[in-house]
């Protein structure tokens, strides 16, 4: 009913070594075994069958990995529900994957509590940890009572990572992005050969587990028999001293993070000589950081790009980081990549066409053949997202088609602008959205995070005179950010009055950049 049952396979040739780091705490991957063959059978003890979704809800833990561990042995899909969502959001992803099982983390027993009027069909709650409600069951007691046997079938099936993860989506309610059938061991062997990755390699998990690439590289590591060290959420410095007292040797993480590390890296410096791999991804990467990043860390980036949908498709090397600004990388092995105009025609290079992917491990959307349908286009896959090429093979993402900006009939990419904003030091963060305009029809605006003692006219002066002449003579405008989280354009498309509704441009709209 597993994978191949590889964790079983890592108990028998070395039962001692750590398997997780949590807190303190070393679970061996023996020990680590019994326990995931417990939360197997214990799921199948409540009637769940092959196939059946079991959503997760909590932050990062040991518990993570015997419940995930188990239902890869019980060939049951895991649905990783986003911990910052509210009562009538988490009841949405419940109903919309038809889960039988929701296991909450002691942080989220009360949210999903107060999801349980609204979701239908029967299902079972389980709390992992010492607050259980009227109604629900307890995951230790449980645990306690499920044999540490193997169950019944154990590795029969081949279908390596099967999983249900529900994407933020730009209009409406998320899209259950799910692969039934996992990916194919050649998927993961790419990824593996592509960044090296060792059994002797100890790896960081330090973003939130429900991010597909998140549980991906952890889930990998563990697949390879190597260490993972688990912090709950992410906090720079917590961070900084796992990497330096367990040898950290590969991490992943998005800009964002990786900026705070950078801070706390330089108001504290630990030893991270052990890092050799530290992978960046999940959002736009800009060369400030980039440069910031090597002066601290030195030659040990990488990028990918990838979605949810579609996985990893390109990637750019360590040497690579600074010789080529702006680019995601070259092909993965395996990827085929078309870059299109409106009639679906493949563009020269240098031109920005639509992204399109075709891979074997290719996601469709859970009961949504029509939004599925939308995004694919003779077997290939786009999200939406605008790209050129160089005569190098080397991939640079423009921008999402939702989000380019027309300002008098010329395209203008926010990514860029953004990224003109992300260079200067006074600015911690910033989204570039766009706003109706009389004149223009559409003109630019900056949501920038200032950092202590920078002010938004000199941000609006800088935009203006690096940004492409396009962008520089729209009419610009400058907000400041509020809250001390990361700005993202959704959210400031719907707290700034007068935005155009963001569905103006749907991903698989057939709507590329034109050429200015």
Not at 93 to 116: C, I, M, Q, Y
Not at 260 to 271: F, K, N, S, T
Not at 389 to 416: L, T
């Amino acid at each position: 009913m597993a994978d191949m049952d590889i964790l079983a396979g890592h108990a028998a040739t070395k039962p001692a070594k750590p398997a997780v780091v949590f807190q303190g705490r070393t679970i061996d991957f023996a020990s680590l075994n019994r326990r995931a063959n417990r939360a197997a059978n214990m799921f199948l003890s409540l009637g769940c069958e092959p196939d059946d979704r079991v959503a997760v809800m909590s932050y990062n833990s040991a518990t993570g990995f015997e419940i995930t561990n188990g239902l890869r042995k019980a060939g049951l899909i895991v649905a990783g529900i986003n911990y910052r969502l509210r009562g009538p959001e988490v009841a949405y992803v419940l109903n919309d994957s038809g889960a039988r099982v929701v296991v909450a983390g002691p942080d989220h027993v009360e949210v999903v509590e107060t999801a349980r009027s609204d979701v239908r069909g029967d299902v079972h709650y389980i709390a992992a940890g010492d607050q259980i409600p009227d109604g629900w069951l307890g995951y230790e007691e449980l645990m306690q009572r499920a044999s540490q046997e193997a169950p019944e079938g154990s590795g029969a099936d081949g279908g390596l990572l099967k999983s249900m993860i529900y994407t933020s989506g730009t209009t409406g309610h998320p899209k259950g992005a799910w692969r039934p059938k996992g990916v194919n061991l050649e998927n993961v062997l790419q990824v593996i050969m592509i960044f090296g990755l060792t059994e002797s390699d100890v790896h960081l998990m330090c973003g939130p587990g429900y991010h597909s690439a998140v549980g991906f590289f952890s889930a990998l590591h563990q697949l390879l028999g190597s260490t993972v060290v688990v912090q709950p959420k992410f906090e720079a410095d917590d961070a900084l001293d796992l990497i330096e007292r367990n040898r950290v040797t590969t991490t992943f993480m998005a800009p964002t993070l990786l900026q705070r590390l950078l801070d706390a890296q330089e108001r504290r410096p630990r030893d991270v000589s052990s890092l050799r791999a530290l992978i960046i991804g999940a959002a736009p990467f800009p060369y400030a950081l980039k440069q910031r990043a090597e002066s601290v860390f030195g030659q040990i980036l990488w990028e990918f790009y990838g979605a949810t949908e579609t996985g990893i498709n390109t990637v750019l090397r360590p040497e690579d980081q600074l010789r080529k600004p702006g680019s995601c990388g070259t092909a993965v092995p395996g990827q085929e990549i078309r870059l299109v105009d409106a009639e679906g025609r493949d563009v020269p290079d240098g031109t920005p066409g639509e992204f399109m992917v075709r891979n074997t491990w290719l996601a469709e959307y859970y009961k949504r053949p029509d939004a599925t349908s939308s995004s694919l286009h003779d077997g290939y896959f786009s999200v939406g997202d605008v790209a050129y090429r160089d005569d190098e093979g080397y991939y640079y993402i423009c921008d999402r088609q939702i989000d380019m900006v027309i300002s008098g009939g010329v395209n203008i990419y926010p990514a860029e602008v953004e990224g003109v904003l992300h260079a200067h030091p006074a600015v911690a963060d910033a989204a570039v959205i766009g706003v109706p305009d009389d004149q223009w029809g559409e003109s630019v605006k900056a949501i920038v995070q200032l950092r202590p003692g920078a002010s938004a006219t000199r941000s609006i002066s800088l935009m203006r005179s690096r940004a492409s002449p396009q962008a520089s003579s729209s009419s610009a405008s400058c907000a400041s950010a509020t809250g001390p989280g990361p700005v993202e354009r959704s959210s400031c498309s719907a707290e700034h009055e007068g935005t155009r509704p963001t569905d103006a441009r749907r991903p698989g709209d057939r709507r590329p950049p034109t050429r200015a």
